[in-house]
T-cell receptor, first 117, second 114 residues
Framework: GAVVSQHPSRVICKSGTSVKIECRSLDFQATTMFWYRQFPKQSLMLMATSNEGSKATYEQGVEKDKFLINHASLTLSTLTVTSAHPEDSSFYIC?????????????FGEGSRLTVL | AQSVAQPEDQVNVAEGNPLTVKCTYSVSGNPYLFWYVQYPNRGLQFLLKYITGDNLVKGSYGFEAEFNKSQTSFHLKKPSALVSDSALYFCAVRNSGGYNKLIFGAGTRLAVHP
């Protein structure tokens, strides 16, 4: 299947700093990528839909200025957590769709665990 | 609003026995249904999907799922469980009515005991 690479897999930062997470589609082009957040022992919460060449679409309740998403190319989307706080500590997972909009499959990155001290 | 329910937080099964992980859904229009598996501290892996056609869908690692429209269910099954199947399983739905986001269930932890 398609490969989605996410980096870094783990990051620890101090409160108030910014952290960038990269999501790359290695063997296919992804016009649309998705960013999810997963709390311990909970399901995935869709944060935003990242569209190549245009602004991301954020889900209700997700702060656009805090979670900056850039999809500058067909193989790369980035999530920047700005002015991170301990409550931002979480497991962030990106995914990219292969196939048609409604019937295609999502392929996921390995996730990035963010710990804010 | 569309939703997915996985009524069991955890399913325990002995190795070699059949397993079932339950999923029910609620959507308007035709449902597109998916199963994903997540191993600890890893991303999700696609198992199988139902779009149309045969109600019994076969997927990766010997898993299959049966779509039941009248019961609005899409239960995941495997005839003979392996210890290595122990993981977190997510059911997801995307409907065809112009709302193309993938909505995940809460997840079911499958524990297969030797």
């Amino acid at each position: 299947g398609a490969v989605v690479s996410q980096h870094p897999s783990r990051v620890i930062c101090k409160s108030g700093t910014s952290v960038k997470i990269e999501c790359r589609s290695l063997d296919f082009q992804a016009t649309t990528m998705f960013w999810y957040r997963q709390f311990p022992k909970q399901s995935l919460m869709l944060m935003a839909t990242s569209n190549e060449g245009s602004k991301a679409t954020y889900e209700q309740g997700v702060e656009k200025d805090k979670f900056l998403i850039n999809h500058a190319s067909l193989t790369l989307s980035t999530l920047t957590v700005t002015s991170a706080h301990p409550e931002d500590s979480s497991f962030y997972i990106c995914s990219a769709r292969v196939g048609a909009e409604y019937t295609g499959e999502l392929f996921f990155g390995e996730g990035s665990r963010l710990t804010v001290l | 609003a569309q939703s997915v329910a996985q009524p069991e937080d955890q399913v325990n099964v002995a190795e070699g026995n059949p397993l079932t992980v339950k999923c029910t859904y609620s959507v308007s229009g035709n449902p597109y249904l998916f199963w994903y598996v997540q191993y600890p501290n890893r991303g999700l892996q696609f198992l199988l999907k139902y779009i149309t056609g045969d109600n019994l869908v076969k997927g990766s690692y010997g898993f299959e799922a049966e779509f039941n429209k009248s019961q609005t269910s899409f239960h995941l099954k495997k005839p003979s469980a392996l210890v290595s199947d122990s993981a977190l399983y997510f059911c997801a739905v995307r409907n065809s009515g112009g709302y193309n986001k993938l909505i995940f269930g809460a997840g079911t932890r499958l524990a297969v005991h030797p």
